[in-house]
């Protein structure tokens, strides 16, 4: 057999089969480099400068987090918000692309000094002293996942572009002829007649009979109506589950004692108070002051008679202050002691130490129960996602989420719920997760498609699979069930009705000739006049903010009716006062200003399309909607 093997490999049909299994392995292989052969890998191009799927996937990875830190667990990264948050990302960087290819051509350059300068002048990164902090400086970079030659291109680029903004946003203006009639339009004051017909007000409706109120029920399925419910299977795995079962050794709490000590060690701080002058002799006076019981309000006094200043600057550990002297002097006092003045590239500094915070040290004891805690849910936080991996395997192999359930001690429920997670009874639902996980466990149920196969995901509420078996649409319930909640709707509804026949009744009598004082005279509601009335509702007191638009819309004497949440208003003009802008030169000023922000705003839209469509800009969809993705 083996001798007719060897044979058969000599003949040329054999060496024909071994070719293409080498060039099937080889295309194997390299088979991303095959497949993509005369595709575009990047996800957009600006004047064929492209914008790599590495670098969109970074952008969208920072911008995820901020909105994750910035809204908490209001953050939901469904689909829609992904591919939302993947388009402005791209969109971003395709901007940035445009920007730097128009600042090259125009050759504009920003400095090394002018980017310094930039960042040394933002609030953000100013310590106690008020000067440019680097620690501060850091901690920013960390938070937002950038390093320093990112942020430093971020900002040149920005300064490039209101370079270029800049020049563009300059020239817009209001002219008076635009301003004026604005300005008219905006302080015209007007006066009206009001009638009010609340809800509460409304004659109590005759007593219905059963074939109203069954119409009534048909006719409103809306109010009526069961929400829709899901039969869901549900398996959740947490680290708040797996918990139970880790146990810390008492030689590990130990060992974490002694690398985190300076967790448990607060260094000794001082609340301070400052002094800050130019000149040597002053400092020392207002020292000499402040030794003799001056208080803070009469040291600032004299500093600002100094040129200077005086405040309390808080609470500092001796590490967290800035200058070196400064420091020295202020830890080498008593509570309540005053310095000689130091001088610093500032000026000259006084410093009272107004209170002594002592160090504070914890002993191994008194922190074990939470070191224990933190340890365990480092733990299970691990042991979460080394066992999600396992129980991915075996949901792909075909178990059942009952099944990974049992196999991996998953929380595990079968539920028929609604969205606000109660059952066809009203009854809360109960769910395997913590009440804080509660409604994102819910969202993720109603997010799920009916029929897909039950995986893994990441949500707040852990790593949940779910398994929609039915969804139950929103049907109407039977009247009976609902027949006390039919007959309140139904007098509502009724007392609605009769607001608005009077309130339409007395539009009609307005627009017949009738003053509407005289119809609500006669129709027994009572009336009030109110004056001085603007487009503006915070300017407008004593009026619903519906009735306004209407109320500007109208000529003199002309009358409208609008729905309010308390019932019906109808309200008649009685006087129209023109505005005088000449008569308001602060706020024709405001209004130029605002209109010409406006216009400056249109121009540089306008202006960043320009450069958009110059740039020959060309996004991929397909790899835009692939960084949605998950």
Known sequence: MLTALRRMAQT???????????????????????????????????????????????????????????????????PTVRGAIARQAVDSLVMDRVLRWEAERLRLAVPDEAVRDFIFTLEGFRGPDGRFSRPLFESFLRNNGLTEGEFLALVRAD?????????????????????????????EQRAALVVSLPLAEAPEPPAPTGEALRRFHENNPALF?????????????????????????????????????????????????????????????????????????????????????????????????????????????????????????????????????????????????????????????????????????????GATLEEVANRFNLGFARVRTDAAGLDPEGRRVALPVIEEAREPLLHTIFATEPGAMPRLQETEAGFVGV?????????????????????????????????????????AAVRDGRPLGAAAQEAGLGWREVGGLRRDPRQAAGVPPELLGPLFELPLHQATMVETPEGFVVAQVTEIIPADPDAAPEALGRLRAEVGQTLARDLEVQFLAALRERADVRVNPRLVEQLARP
């Not at 300064?159 to 020049?167: D, E, F, I, K, S």
């Not at 008076?176 to 300005?183: C, G, I, N, Q, V």
């Not at 319930?477 to 009744?505: H, I, K, L, M």
């Open 12 to 78: 040329w049909v054999a060496k024909v089969l071994f070719a293409l299994l080498i060039v099937s392995f080889a295309v194997w292989g390299i088979g991303d480099t095959v497949r993509n052969y005369g595709r575009d890998t990047a996800v957009a191009r600006v004047a064929g400068e492209p914008v790599e799927m590495e670098e969109a996937q970074l952008a969208v990875r920072r911008e995820m987090l901020r909105l994750s830190r910035a809204l908490g667990p209001q953050f939901e990264a469904d």
């Open 159 to 187: 300064l490039a572009r209101q370079q270029m903004t800049g020049a563009v946003r300059s020239g817009a203006a209001a002219p008076e002829t635009l301003a004026r009639p604005l300005l008219r339009w905006e302080l």
């Open 225 to 397: 109506s069961a929400p829709e419910y899901r039969d869901a299977v549900v398996a959740v795995l947490s680290a708040d589950r797996i918990i139970r079962e880790v146990e810390v050794p008492e030689a590990e709490i130990a060992a974490a004692f002694a690398q985190r000590r300076d967790q448990f060690e607060v260094p000794e701080r001082r609340a301070l108070q400052q002094a800050l002058v130019d000149d040597p002799e002053q400092a020392r006076a207002i020292a000499r002051a402040w030794r003799e019981g001056a208080g803070l309000d009469e040291i600032a006094a004299q500093a600002q008679a100094a040129g200077g200043q005086a405040i309390a600057l808080g609470s500092f550990a001796r590490a967290e202050l800035p200058l070196p002297e400064l420091a020295e002097a202020a830890f080498s006092l008593p509570e309540g002691g005053v310095s000689e003045p130091v001088q610093s590239p500032l000026g000259w500094h006084v410093v009272r130490v107004e209170r002594v915070e002592p160090p504070q040290r914890r002993t191994l004891d008194e922190v074990r129960g939470a070191l224990r805690d933190e340890l365990a849910h480092e733990r299970a936080a691990d042991l979460a996602f080394e066992r999600a991996n396992r129980v991915e395997d075996a949901l792909a192999g």
């Open 467 to 507: 398994q929609i078996l039915e969804v139950v649409p929103p049907a109407l319930r039977p009247f009976e069930a609902v027949e006390a909640e039919v007959r309140e709707a139904w007098a509502r509804d009724a007392r609605r009705r009769a607001q608005e026949e009077a309130a339409a009744a007395l539009l």
